[in-house]
Antibody
Framework: QITLKESGPTLVKPTQTLTLTCTFS??????????VGWIRQSPGKALEWVAL???????RYRSSLKNRLTITKDTSKNQVVLTLTNMDPEDTATYYC????????????WGQGILVTVSS | DIQMTQSPSSVSASVGDRVTITCRAS??????LVWYQQKPGRAPKLLIY???SLRSGVPSRFSGSGSGTNFTLTISSLQPEDFATYYC?????????FGPGTKVDIK
């Protein structure tokens, strides 16, 4: 059974850096083709694809956030970490991590999400 | 970035109705198109991938079609558990992008 769970702060101040951790089980991020990504959703809004990291450490980012984003993996801990700098109230959203078992394939398994609020 | 649009933005329907949702892309996706269902307060759930392939365990009343820039999700006979928001997502080019969603609610 594949599970993913997001963890991190639920409240950050403007200009601070957000660090979210996705801890997963049931698959390995060292398996060829596998990726773990992040998708966010502002309250009442549509889904926004944010970032993704592949088994081979290839990384992809949302264009509008590219200068503020970093995604890394720790294969031994079964974790993926997302860092978003210079947080703004517009970054308030539920952040989901998700597993894609093959390149270009569908994102099959999602975490429950974590609501992050940006407010002073 | 590839822009995705969906129509309608919302639809009111009754149990048993046939519902069709359209998704259009600003560039050719071939069949790299995915459909998700999302209920309030829940993570999205994969329904269809590669434009028309039904995920295992998803009821057969859901179907997808299309290629290139025009795609369709059809629910052949709407059931009470199908009232939700539906999103298309292109997986052809990075950065991946989602459509704005179509909310299916009770008439």
């Amino acid at each position: 059974q594949i599970t993913l769970k997001e963890s991190g702060p639920t409240l950050v101040k403007p200009t601070q850096t957000l660090t979210l951790t996705c801890t997963f089980s049931g698959f390995s991020l060292s398996t060829t083709g596998v990726s773990v990504g992040w998708i966010r959703q502002s309250p009442g809004k549509a889904l926004e694809w944010v970032a993704l990291i592949y088994w081979d450490d290839d990384k992809r980012y949302r264009s509008s956030l590219k200068n503020r984003l970093t995604i890394t993996k720790d294969t031994s801990k079964n974790q993926v970490v997302l860092t978003l700098t210079n947080m703004d109230p517009e970054d308030t959203a539920t952040y989901y991590c998700a597993h894609t078992p093959s390149p270009g394939g569908p994102t099959e398994n999602w975490g429950q999400g974590i609501l992050v609020t940006v407010s002073s | 970035d590839i822009q995705m649009t969906q129509s309608p933005s919302s639809v009111s329907a009754s149990v048993g109705d046939r519902v069709t949702i359209t998704c259009r892309a600003s560039q050719d996706l071939s069949t790299w198109l995915v459909w998700y269902q999302q209920k309030p307060g829940r993570a999205p759930k994969l329904l269809i991938y590669a434009a028309s392939s039904l995920r295992s365990g998803v009821p057969s009343r859901f179907s997808g079609s299309g290629s290139g820039t025009n795609f369709t999700l059809t629910i052949s006979s709407l059931q009470p558990e199908d009232f939700a928001t539906y999103y298309c997502q292109q997986a052809n080019n990075f950065p991946f992008t989602f459509g704005p969603g179509t909310k299916v609610d009770i008439k």
